[in-house]
């Protein structure tokens, strides 16, 4: 499945993302919190990584996979939240 670049930062927490700067991915992992403005997020920590900044004003991108979520109205809201559509619109 294609994977999209997110400027939303803040809606990501629990999410698994990518974090690429240019074309280079730097590191895979779950979205532990965000800054409300999405300005930066802290990726969890895993068995080989620390608890790790990423900050966009760096020049790093985050970029998510579509995954399939129990529900209809969950699908529906991470949907419009990935393309920047709205819920009543759908």
Known sequence: MPSYRHEDWNQLVGAFVEVRKGKRSLRRGFVDDAMPDSS???????????????DKAEGY??????????????????????????????
């Open 40 to 54: 930066a997020i802290w990726l969890s920590a895993d068995g080989f990584d620390g608890r790790t900044f990423v």
């Open 61 to 90: 991108e985050v970029w998510v996979e579509p995954q399939q979520l129990e529900g209809e109205v969950a699908y529906r809201m991470t949907s419009s939240a990935l393309h920047g559509i709205s819920a009543e619109t759908q």
